[in-house]
């Protein structure tokens, strides 16, 4: 069965950076795009970024545009989020989600649990 | 980018029920509209795609119609495990976005 665990998540400082991983299981990973998408505490969902199969298209929210690269390495079937320049606005919980199927790439048919990440001095 | 209206924020049903839950978008964007359900200390679960298709596995009881800007997700008979925050997704112009949820509660 499809399984997506994230990994990385923790405190930091207002400024600092942070990568999350994501490994995926129970699927052809290099067939499916993936995405990054977070949940604040006690809100609602928010789109943060996605990358094609093959890594060549990456789409990103305004409010991380510039600031969060994401990548893939389908050797390793592991999804990533490089996080630089982080706010306080940018803790919530973060979840690895895979693309329904290549018709459909920008719904979520599989998510993770999820890794918190908290920015706080 | 495009702005979903969900409404109600919360409302309250009985088990055995029929509830229908509203996604307004702010502009047209054709039937790329999705529906999600979020138990506490869950993650998200996809109901339907593309307005009205259900994804495999999801019971029959639950349905989407509309296209264009106005978007319903209907539960024909509410059941216990129901009861959680149900969100509205969708895609334009290489940006994703989703509504601020509904929360359906034991009455």
């Known amino acids: 069965q499809v399984q997506l665990v994230e990994s990385g998540g923790g405190v930091v400082q207002p400024g600092g950076s942070l990568r999350l991983s994501c490994a995926a299981s129970?699927?052809?990973?290099?067939?499916?795009?993936m995405h990054w998408v977070r949940q604040a505490p006690g809100k609602g969902l928010d789109w943060v970024a996605f990358i094609g199969y093959d890594g060549n298209n990456k789409y990103y929210a305004d409010s991380v545009k510039g600031r969060f690269t994401i990548s893939r390495d389908n050797s390793k079937t592991t999804l990533y989020l490089q996080m630089n320049s982080l706010r306080a606005e940018d803790t919530a919980v973060y979840y690895c989600t895979k693309s329904r199927d290549w018709a459909g790439w920008y719904y979520f048919d599989y998510w993770g649990q999820g890794t918190l990440v908290t920015v706080s001095s | 980018a495009i702005q979903l209206t969900q409404s109600p924020s919360s409302l309250s049903a009985s088990v055995g029920g029929r509830v229908t839950l509203t996604c307004r978008a702010s502009?047209?964007?054709?039937?790329?509209l999705a529906w999600y359900q979020q138990k506490p200390g869950k993650s998200p679960k996809l109901l339907i795609y593309?307005?009205?298709s259900l994804e495999s596995g999801v019971p029959s009881r639950f349905s989407g119609s509309g296209s264009g800007t106005d978007f319903t997700l209907t539960i024909s008979s509410l059941q216990p495990e129901d009861f959680a925050t149900y969100y509205c997704?969708?895609?334009?112009?290489?940006?994703?976005?989703f509504g601020g949820g509904t929360k359906v509660e034991i009455k």
């Open positions: 593309d307005a009205s």
């Open positions: 129970g699927f052809t990973f290099s067939n499916y795009g």
């Open positions: 997704q969708q895609f334009n112009n290489y940006l994703i976005t």
């Open positions: 502009q047209d964007i054709s039937n790329t």
